[in-house]
Structures are given as C-alpha cells and as structure tokens.
C-alpha cells in the first residue's frame, strides 16, 4: 500500500463506468487492479490508481462510489476518482454513435495525476514480472515514451482465478500484439509510459479530431515521436484477459464504417495536433463527494472550440533534441 503523503512513483490511469461493459466489466476491472496493486506493493512501488469516470451512467450509483465502497483501504491515497458531469460528452462529440471517449477521460487524469511516471492503460490490463522488475528498478528516464507487447488471453480464461501459471503460460495465449520501430503503436491504448512532466508537455492524447476514439493511442505515439521523444519497447509484455471490444467486434462494421461505436478507423491520423490549453477539463470546477472521489462540473469554459484548424499541424515530422 503507498503511504498518505508519499509522492507516487507510478500513476496508473484507468477509465471506466458503471455500465457492466461486455457483461463482466466489473469483474474484470477488480481483479486486475487487485493483481496488480498487490504485485507493485510487493515490489515496493509506490503507486496511485487514477480512475477517470466518463459519461456516468444516469440512475446507478457512479463507479467511483462503487469502487470507493469495495476498496476503502485504497482511498484516497492510492485510489482517487474523477467522475466528469455527463454533459461533456455531448460537448465534446461530433459523431452520436460514440459511447465513450476514454481518451479524453484519460487526459482529464494525466492532469491531475501526482507520480512521477503516468501509465495510461485499460482496467483489464495484468502487468508482467518483467514490467514490475523494470519500476521497482526506478531507471525510468525523462522524455522516454515506454512501450510493451500485449498479449491476449484466450476468451474462455476465468478472470476470477488469475495468477502467474495462467498469465504465463504460452497455451492460454490468443493473439501476441507486436510492436515495430519507429512508432511501436500496436495496442499501444494499453501501455503508455512516460514521464508526467512530458506527459503534460504534449498536452495528452488528441482532443481535437473528435469524430472518432480509435487510433488516439497510435496518434499520440507520433506525437511523442515528431517531438523528439524516444520510443522504447520493453522486453516484458503486459496480458489482457480476451481479445477486446474492438478485436471482436470489428467484423459487424466491415460494411458499415460510420456506424462503429469506435467512429470510422480509416480517420487520417498521421498528423500532430496540438491540444487546447484547456485539455483534459483543465480549469473544470471540482468537488469533492466524499474522500478520494471528485466530481467534476460542467462548464462550457473549459471544452475547446469544435474547429480550430491551426491546431492540425501537416506534415508530420521528427524534430530532432
């Protein structure tokens, strides 16, 4: 467990709602983030759970509420909720098939992060041995944008009994996503490792192309690479329980693109967009709820304008440091 008034040397930014997503999302999120709180503690890695609440589900209690009550050890130093008011979703949408946009709630978290280190990832994201003997190591280095191989996990693997024989066994494995130089953007969305500083620096994942959520985590690997930062793969993977929603589904769109609940992924995201300085509800009012969650209220002060061209910046390119 990280002490009260420590200062995390990892953040772990994760999104989510009380929507039982895929009919086991709760279960899911629980014993990953179990897992994993456990194996970085055990490793003596000071770290914080980030959860970012998007488009909360009206009539049911929030997520945050529901994890706050399940975990009370963890809040509010090692788990700390933002639940953003339901109206940015809308504010921010321009295409009605989006559910949800968890690129813009990640930003919202990498702004109000304390470690030293972000990880950006998703709630159903177990790390490795390798992953962890890398942070408990601290030779972290500023400006460097870390990556990891994902690894799927077979469909039909009981998430309630995860354990090292599972994860690490080669017979439960369903897709191995490798990464390739110079981006390694292949299932980037569940491995983003970087410096909070830099992190701040790019201004977080792209908020002005909103029509579509895919392809975010590939488009902000170039943005990391046009700015000069190194991209580094590890050598240890992370696992993901399945195949994924966009895996999965991605058949039933083949004819009818515009109708994804990801947006169309043939969205020319080769390009560097430069995010307003209001990025990730910077400046939003919040209020505390109760002891590590915050609700975040709506304002349209703090959504940036639905066009603002001079902030797509053609062609993308390396700037060397």
């Known amino acids: 467990m990280s002490d009260a008034g420590a200062t995390p040397y990892l ?19 629980r014993r990953a983030l179990e897992f994993n709180h456990r194996h970085l503690s055990h490793q003596g890695i000071p770290h914080e ?18 994890l706050a009550d399940q975990y009370p050890e963890l809040v509010p130093h090692t788990l700390v909720s933002y639940v953003a008011n339901v109206a940015y979703h809308d504010a921010y949408s321009l295409n009605p098939k989006l559910q949800f946009q ?13 470690g030293e280190f972000v990880l950006t ?33 077979k469909d039909d693997i009981d998430c309630d009994g995860v354990d090292w024989n599972i994860l690490e066994d080669e017979r439960n494995y369903d897709t191995v996503n490798e990464v390739r130089p110079p981006l390694y953007t292949n299932a980037s969305g569940d491995f983003l490792l970087l410096d909070r500083e ?20 590939s488009n902000f ?11 580094q793969p590890l050598e240890a993977p ?4 399945g195949r994924g929603t966009l895996n999965s589904q991605v058949r039933l769109y083949v004819q009818r693109p515009g109708e994804a609940p990801w947006g169309d992924r043939r969205w020319k995201h080769g390009v560097i967009y430069e995010n307003d300085e209001r990025w990730g509800l910077g400046g939003a009012p919040i209020r ?28 993308a390119a390396r700037r060397e440091v």
């Not at 009539?59 to 945050?64: E, S, T």
């Not at 690997?221 to 991209?231: D, F, P, R, V, W």
């Open 102 to 114: 968890e690129f813009i709630a990640k930003n919202i978290g990498i702004r109000r992060c304390r």
């Open 49 to 66: 759970f980030i959860l970012v609440e998007w488009r909360p589900v009206p009539g049911k209690p929030w997520l945050a509420d529901v």
């Open 198 to 217: 830099t992190y701040r620096e790019l201004r977080g994942f792209n908020e002005v192309y909103r029509p579509a959520k895919v392809h975010m985590d």
């Open 11 to 29: 953040s772990i930014i994760i999104t989510g709602r009380n929507d039982n997503f895929g009919g086991d999302f709760d279960v899911r999120l």
């Open 121 to 153: 990832t998703n709630t159903d994201i177990y790390l490795s041995r390798g992953v962890l003997d890398v942070l408990s190591r601290r030779a972290l280095e500023p400006r460097v944008l870390y990556r990891s191989i994902r690894v799927d996990l």
């Open 221 to 231: 690997c170039l943005k990391a690479y046009s700015a000069g930062l190194t991209i």
């Open 238 to 241: 992370v696992y993901h329980v």
């Open 288 to 315: 505390a709820t109760r002891p590590g969650v915050h609700f975040i209220e709506f304002t349209w002060d703090v959504v940036p304008p639905l066009v603002s061209l001079r902030r797509l910046l053609l062609p």
